[in-house]
């Protein structure tokens, strides 16, 4: 017979020390998880504002801290200004929406959304628009529900504003906290990705605006109802490609169909057009000089960031892609030029 022959597995204690370090350092991550998602929101956020400061500093001669201090001013501003004018008016068209969304999904197909699930958003709405309305709010409601969510906020426009007074500042940071053996690479990749995502946001949100404003003018041209939600809902979903303006359309003309068939062949005919101005004469324009994110990668990241995190998930998954993305490129040419040597 032959001699069984036995293995042990012997761990040292430098194994066993790292292994420990490494799942507490996890753990750390998971506990610091949100003050990590007002980072790389801020990042994200700062990138997208720094050509503007830039552009202020260099061609306009303004201190790069005023330029900074009147940009995040106006931003303020501005979608103060926007959710004070549209807030009740989309919350309401919202509302609205639901019910005869769902509705016409139940005569046109024999299915409907949840009946819970629409009461449900329904009646947060409401609840929404009558706390804005109310002058006498609990501290403890106001602490749960409004404080937590307001100081993450502020925290990420604050370390955004930090991020962008500083010339670089980004990449500031990055050589403070990398050791000297990651620096140069990691910087090499950070560049990469800025100039990539920079890009792709500036083209994206140009291409969301503009579709969205042609969506909800047209649509309230043709009297189609809710006019307001389905544009934000066609610059929402432009963000995804290929499909997120077909779903917008689809939309579209099912709430159309409830009020008439004409109607929503007209609606049809109207997001064809819009769809073939886009493609032929928007994305050429917008996207023409951009690099572009494959639609995969986008719609992928979309899903996967909105189960992991939520609306933080969504707002961070195309630029952690696009960072992923680029880090097994640097990889790749790396492999590939050790290879050559």
Known sequence: MKREETQTLQIGWQ???????????VYLIFQARHALGVFFVAVVLSMGIDPAVGFFEKRLRFNRLLATVLLFLFGAGLLGGALFLTLPVVVGETIGFLGDFNEALSSLFGVALPSAFVRDISTNLSKLVTFLGESHISLSFAVSR?????????ATIVVAFYLCVEKRGTEHLLRVILPDAYEEPTLRVFERFKKKI?????????????VGFVVALGLWVLGV????????????????????????????????????SQLSFYVALFFIVVQ????????????GK??????????????????????????????????????????AEAKEKRAGQ
């Open 15 to 25: 194994t066993f020390w790292r292994a420990l370090f490494a799942i507490f350092f």
């Open 146 to 154: 409004i404080l937590a969510p307001i100081i993450f906020f502020l």
């Open 198 to 210: 920079r890009r792709w946001l500036g083209a994206q949100l140009v291409l969301s605006v503009i």
């Open 225 to 260: 109802r809710y006019p307001l939600v389905l544009g934000i809902l066609a610059g929402l979903f432009e963000v995804v490609p290929i499909i997120g303006p077909i779903l917008a359309g689809l939309f579209a003309v099912i709430v159309a169909f409830s009020e008439s």
């Open 276 to 287: 073939q101005l886009e493609n032929h004469i928007l994305i050429p324009i917008v996207m």
């Open 290 to 331: 951009t690099m572009k994110v494959h639609p995969v990668i986008v719609t992928i990241s979309l899903l996967a960031g909105g189960q992991v995190a939520g609306f933080i998930g969504i707002f961070l998954a195309v630029p952690i892609a696009v960072l992923s993305q680029e880090i097994f490129t640097y990889m």
